[in-house]
Each structure stands twice: as C-alpha cells, then as structure tokens.
C-alpha cells in the first residue's frame, strides 16, 4: 500500500498537481490536472492582450457526433504540433492537428446505445461522455464507452495515442469484472458522465445514472488495473441512487481520492449519499467520520433531490492548511479539512453562496496566501449580487480564520465550467467560459475583479457545461461535430 501511494504522488506531481499545466504540456485529464484545478499557464495571455484573441477560422476541427466530453492534448516526441483528442457520443474517438485541425487519426469502438433501449435519460446515442485519461508516458487514452448489444455495456477501452489503435487486452468489461468480485452492476442503469483519472497503473471510472433516476443504480468508482487489463475493486453507494454526477469526476491530491455523491433513496440513515467520500488508491473504504462528509440536513437533501455531487470536490492549499471545497444543488459552499472531513454535519464553514443549483466544475488559482474559486452560479445575497447569473469567484483564506468570502461575480448567458488561465504560473489571471446553451460565445473575465476582458466567437452545437481546453497558446472548445481554436497573433 505505501509502495502505491508514493507511485500515485510521484505520478500526481508529474501530472501537474504541483502547479498549473504549462502551455507545452500533455493536458492528459480533465481540467488540466488531477486535482481539477482547471488552471494553465500561457504565455502572452495577458489582460492587456485578452482582447487581441481571436477565433482561428481556417482551423478545420471536424468531428463526429455529439460532444460531452472535454477535449484532451498530446504531443508526440519531436513532433512540432500536437493532437486535440476528441471523444464523442457516436463512440468514436478522433485526434486532430493542434495547428491545422484537420484529421490525423479516427477511431470507431463499436454503436453507441440508443435513447429507446434505456430506461431514460437525454443523451442520444449514449456513448462517450465522462472525459477520457491520457498516460502520456505510454502513448496511450483511456475511457468508458456505452456500447450497444443484445445488452448494452461499459466497457473500458485503450487506445494507442499515435494512430488510435486498440491496445491489446482491451476492452474491459465493467459488469463483468464486478461479477468476478462478487458484485452486481447493472449497466444498462448506469451513466458514466464524470472524468476518468488515472494515478500510476490505475484508472479509476465514476458512474451514476440517466437524466430521470430511473432504476436502482448506484454511485460507484471502479478501479482498472492498466497494466495488466482487469477491474481491481471498487466502491458503491450502499442505498440505491447517490450517483456520482460531475463533469470532473474524483479529484485527486496526491494520497487520496474524492469522490461527492448525489441523493440517495429512501434511506432512514445515511447510506453514502448526498456526501465527500475520502477514499484510498486500493478503493478498501471504512466508514470512519474522518474520511466523509455530509451536511446535517442530508435527508432533507435527498428529498428535494439537492445533490451535493454535481460539483467535483476541490483540493485548494493555503498556508498551514489542506483544504477541500464541496459546493452543492443547495446552493451552498462547503470548506473541509482534507485530513479529517468531519462525518455529519461538521464543515470547516460554510456559505450560502449561489441562489440556485450549483452544477459545475470550478476552477481555482493563487492570490498572494489566499486561494481564488470560480464556478457557474447565480449569485446570491450573500455574495452581494442576487440573482445575476454567470459566474461567481470566492477568495478562500486559511490560517485560524479559515473563511469563505465573496470576490466577484460576472453575467454569462449560458452555462459552462470555466478554466483559468495565467501569464506565468500567477501574474494576470484570466477566467475563460463559454455561454453553452445560451449566447453560445467565448468570454474571458480579469481574475481579481470580474472585469470583461474578451467577448467574441459564435460557435454552433455547444452542449451544457462545455469545457475549455488550453494547449499550444490556444483555446480550444468541441462542440456538436466540431472543435473551435483561439488564439493570439503571431
């Protein structure tokens, strides 16, 4: 067990857990890094040169099928451009030119399932939807595909980065590999819409269910060993529901995964739902206070179906404190010990920070000893401009006074996770998210004030919570069939 964990904080601190993703960097998961902090560093991104950034019309970005997933980037050895990796919901997987967009592989796994052969939901097909995980030493992407058959299944696939080829002793079979553990999963009811992530030779995939929340599904994470192709364990909710539902799935801080669980069902005592689950590389979970959380008012959550997982947890460091933001449909921000998470009810702070659902990813970034939050939201009372709907930043402080406060909001038409992008790791921080849904553009805010920095680009087929990536001084954003680049003049 210590041998894994030191492997998973090497990896973890390779990846880039130990600052933001430089510009140059394979950006192999979802929001740049393991720990989610959706913070990367391009160079000549500055607020006074925001405005300068334009949409790249001769980049080609063609693509298949519908787009959930946040696009990845991979550079191989000596190559002078790198690939945007783009998975879809027609299971198919293609790898564009970081430059040019045009074509360098595709790769179909097999048919996506059809709307009409699940129980519901409101994806059609249903194929590739949580984020995929780049092994960037081994040339290889990761991720959970529902594949259609007599019995529609998740299987976990490998494909080689270079031409998409599939890796030998692939795909995984997930209901298969459960059975073998003694353990029922039940595909057809599950969804796999949170990011996969990967520390050292193992990927770990959350799943919760349909639009509906139909069935009993539950909320699992299940650990695949890549190395030699097999599940390993894994860890469920213990009552029905309690899906794991975020765009980012677990976050990782260099010894443990978390992981935060919607509402559950008919529970009388609380059975692992509407929680911050701490969990360990080998997914071997005790019931200890230390390692959950769950507010006080739990079971009112689940009656008004209030998930606190639709928001991945976040790790933020300040001085002389690891902490943990859990941010929930109760509109409400959640601050934690990262090293003991307080079981029921017993939250570092707490803040009542949006007036509606919180359904996001955030993304976070240093101010001086403090640390900067921001997530779609419409701002509540509290943060000092209710019912403007957009963005909103927090400023978290550490030391004795460990606090929430409010920094700024910002008005979005559309929803989206925003990004964060710095000059150099700190100076000129730039808040990116796109208006998914609503005025379908790309808009950048100053980090410190919420002052419009950049507002332009109308791009077509945007689905709810798109992702932003950054890579190669660019901006790129995957829509229904297409990908979108911005970028800087030379």
Same mark, same amino acid.
């Given at each position: 067990m210590r041998a894994l964990l030191a492997a998973a904080v090497s990896f973890a601190l390779a990846a880039g857990l130990s600052g933001p993703a430089a510009a140059d960097d394979a950006v192999p998961t979802y929001h740049a890094d393991v720990a989610r902090t959706g913070h990367y560093v391009v160079p000549g991104l500055t607020w006074a040169r925001a405005g300068d950034l334009h949409q790249d019309t001769a980049f080609d970005g063609r693509v298949q099928g519908h787009v959930y997933a946040q696009p990845l980037y991979w550079r191989p050895p000596g190559a002078p451009h790198g690939l945007v990796i783009v998975a879809s919901e027609d299971n198919i997987v293609t790898a564009l030119d970081a430059a040019s967009g045009a074509t360098v592989w595709r790769r179909g796994i097999g048919p996506a399932a059809a709307r009409a052969t699940l129980p519901c939901g409101n994806i059609d097909p249903l194929g590739i939807t949580g984020t995929p995980a780049i092994d960037a030493r081994a040339g290889t992407i990761y991720f959970d595909a529902m594949v259609a058959g007599a019995r529609p299944r998740h299987l976990i696939f490998a494909l080689a980065l270079r031409d998409g080829s599939l890796r030998p002793g692939w795909p995984v079979d997930i209901a298969a590999g459960l059975r073998d553990r003694s353990m029922t999963f039940r595909s057809r009811l599950q969804n796999q819409r949170g990011a996969l992530t990967l520390i050292g030779d193992r990927l770990f995939v959350p799943f919760g269910g349909h639009l509906g929340d139909c069935g009993d599904y539950h909320g699992w994470v299940v650990g695949v060993r890549v190395n030699e192709p097999a599940v390993f364990g894994a860890w469920k909710t213990w009552a029905n529901k309690g899906g794991i539902w975020a765009p980012g799935g677990l976050a990782f801080d260099g010894s443990a995964l978390f992981a935060a669980t919607g509402n559950t069902d008919g529970a009388q005592q609380w059975s692992g739902g509407e929680a911050i689950i701490r969990l360990p590389a080998d997914l071997r979970w005790r019931p200890d206070p230390r390692d959950y959380f769950t507010p006080a008012d739990w079971h009112r959550l689940d009656a008004d179906d209030a998930d606190l997982g639709g928001t991945n947890p976040l790790p933020i460091d300040v001085p002389g404190r690891a902490l943990l933001l859990g941010l929930g449909k109760d509109g409400k921000a959640y601050l934690l010990d990262r090293a003991d998470l307080g079981g029921i009810g017993h939250p570092l702070a707490v803040a009542p920070v949006a007036e #509606? $659902?919180?359904? =996001?990813?955030?993304?976070? @970034?240093?101010? /001086?000893?403090?640390?900067?939050?921001?997530? $779609?939201? !419409?701002? &509540?009372?509290? #943060?000092?401009? =209710?019912?403007?709907?957009?963005?909103?930043?927090?400023?978290?402080t550490g030391g004795k006074q460990t606090a929430i406060r409010p920094a700024w909001s910002a008005r979005?038409? /559309? @929803?989206?996770?925003?990004?964060?992008?710095?000059?150099?790791?700190? $100076?000129?921080?730039?808040? @990116?998210?796109?208006?998914?849904?609503?005025? $379908? !553009?790309?808009?950048?805010? !100053? /980090?410190? &004030?919420?002052?419009?920095?950049?507002d332009g680009g109308r791009m077509d087929g945007l689905r709810h919570l798109a992702t932003i990536l950054a890579a190669e001084g660019r901006l790129y954003v995957a829509g229904d069939g297409r990908v979108y680049a911005f970028g800087l003049t030379p």
């Amino acid at each position: 067990m210590r041998a894994l964990l030191a492997a998973a904080v090497s990896f973890a601190l390779a990846a880039g857990l130990s600052g933001p993703a430089a510009a140059d960097d394979a950006v192999p998961t979802y929001h740049a890094d393991v720990a989610r902090t959706g913070h990367y560093v391009v160079p000549g991104l500055t607020w006074a040169r925001a405005g300068d950034l334009h949409q790249d019309t001769a980049f080609d970005g063609r693509v298949q099928g519908h787009v959930y997933a946040q696009p990845l980037y991979w550079r191989p050895p000596g190559a002078p451009h790198g690939l945007v990796i783009v998975a879809s919901e027609d299971n198919i997987v293609t790898a564009l030119d970081a430059a040019s967009g045009a074509t360098v592989w595709r790769r179909g796994i097999g048919p996506a399932a059809a709307r009409a052969t699940l129980p519901c939901g409101n994806i059609d097909p249903l194929g590739i939807t949580g984020t995929p995980a780049i092994d960037a030493r081994a040339g290889t992407i990761y991720f959970d595909a529902m594949v259609a058959g007599a019995r529609p299944r998740h299987l976990i696939f490998a494909l080689a980065l270079r031409d998409g080829s599939l890796r030998p002793g692939w795909p995984v079979d997930i209901a298969a590999g459960l059975r073998d553990r003694s353990m029922t999963f039940r595909s057809r009811l599950q969804n796999q819409r949170g990011a996969l992530t990967l520390i050292g030779d193992r990927l770990f995939v959350p799943f919760g269910g349909h639009l509906g929340d139909c069935g009993d599904y539950h909320g699992w994470v299940v650990g695949v060993r890549v190395n030699e192709p097999a599940v390993f364990g894994a860890w469920k909710t213990w009552a029905n529901k309690g899906g794991i539902w975020a765009p980012g799935g677990l976050a990782f801080d260099g010894s443990a995964l978390f992981a935060a669980t919607g509402n559950t069902d008919g529970a009388q005592q609380w059975s692992g739902g509407e929680a911050i689950i701490r969990l360990p590389a080998d997914l071997r979970w005790r019931p200890d206070p230390r390692d959950y959380f769950t507010p006080a008012d739990w079971h009112r959550l689940d009656a008004d179906d209030a998930d606190l997982g639709g928001t991945n947890p976040l790790p933020i460091d300040v001085p002389g404190r690891a902490l943990l933001l859990g941010l929930g449909k109760d509109g409400k921000a959640y601050l934690l010990d990262r090293a003991d998470l307080g079981g029921i009810g017993h939250p570092l702070a707490v803040a009542p920070v949006a007036e #509606a $659902a919180i359904i =996001t990813a955030p993304a976070t @970034w240093r101010a /001086g000893n403090d640390a900067m939050v921001t997530f $779609a939201a !419409r701002a &509540s009372s509290w #943060a000092g401009s =209710t019912g403007r709907s957009g963005l909103l930043a927090l400023r978290i402080t550490g030391g004795k006074q460990t606090a929430i406060r409010p920094a700024w909001s910002a008005r979005l038409d /559309g @929803w989206s996770a925003p990004i964060v992008t710095t000059a150099d790791g700190g $100076a000129d921080p730039i808040v @990116w998210a796109v208006g998914a849904e609503g005025d $379908a !553009r790309l808009h950048g805010f !100053r /980090g410190d &004030s919420g002052a419009p920095v950049f507002d332009g680009g109308r791009m077509d087929g945007l689905r709810h919570l798109a992702t932003i990536l950054a890579a190669e001084g660019r901006l790129y954003v995957a829509g229904d069939g297409r990908v979108y680049a911005f970028g800087l003049t030379p």
